[in-house]
């Protein structure tokens, strides 16, 4: 398969731009040349709403990119460095400069464009895996809402997997929206597991069928998981007292943002 080069800002992931890149990976390794923050500026005239740091630890953080390379000088949005040569440069738009094609001819790229009705839709929430963790690596259960996922889930994400294979279960919409009020979830339970399950630190990502603080209840029997694991906020007297009935290893994180990028959470992005 032919290299694959997607170039851009890549700032406040939601959804669309992670299908745009699920779709570009399909044709081949997948490199995303990310721009700097003064890059940005000078192509767009607007700084990027998060900074270089945290943008290229979330891209870097999604299964269908390879490699992160970080731009921090070209011509114009219709260029590319100059040592790219071969492969095919992919884009969301029609790409109305001209430049574009001159671009790719004079690289040997082929320009392919991705329209949204091209997109992958949002898979089904599959079966949890029954398959005991026996001799393997332990079986991690997380759950939450992630209804604008940033870089803390992705780091929270990112510090279970080191306990063993994660699982994490997003609330069904009816369950959110108990807990939490009217107005919430913003994204469909599908969009949200499907963000989580894009991340590459997640074995699986489903969504509950349950109810209340335990709605993951119904997963957890046939996942039969050997950690429970939750950041601060998320630790319940409900979720401790039903793992100390079932026998499973109950752990809380800190919430604490990856080293060099600052705190996030979803109340404070929402609409950001």
Request: glycine fraction near 8%.
């Amino acid at each position: 398969m032919e290299n694959v080069i997607v170039s851009g800002i890549f700032d406040n992931l939601r959804s669309p731009e992670v299908r745009f890149l699920d779709a570009a990976a399909r044709l081949g390794p997948l490199q995303a040349l990310l721009w700097t923050d003064d890059l940005t500026l000078r192509l767009t005239g607007q700084a990027p709403r998060f900074p270089l740091t945290e943008r290229e630890y979330f891209l870097s953080a999604l299964r269908f990119v390879d490699r992160v390379r970080v731009v921090s000088d070209l011509s114009g949005p219709a260029a590319l460095p100059a040592d790219i040569t071969g492969g095919r440069w992919v884009w969301a738009v029609p790409a109305a400069d001209a430049g574009v094609e001159e671009t790719c001819r004079q690289a040997g790229l082929r320009c392919a464009v991705l329209a949204a009705d091209c997109l992958p839709a949002f898979p089904p929430s599959p079966a949890p895996d029954p398959r005991p963790s026996a001799n393997g690596p332990k079986k991690v259960l997380v759950t939450g809402c992630y209804d604008w996922l940033h870089t803390g889930h992705v780091r929270f994400f990112e510090e279970a997997a080191e306990y063993g294979d994660l699982y994490v279960v997003a609330g069904n919409d009816a369950n959110v929206r108990n807990l939490k009020g009217e107005g919430h979830p913003m994204q469909t339970q599908a969009e949200r597991r499907y963000m989580v399950g894009a991340v590459r630190f997640v074995h699986q990502a489903l969504v509950s069928s349950g109810w209340g603080w335990l709605d993951a209840l119904p997963e957890i029997e046939v996942l039969r998981p050997d950690i429970y694991l939750v950041n601060e906020d998320g630790d319940k007297e409900e979720k401790r007292a039903f793992c100390a009935e079932q026998g499973l290893e109950y752990v809380v994180l800190k919430r604490l943002p990856r080293p060099g990028l600052q705190p996030r959470s979803s109340t404070d992005l929402r609409g950001f």
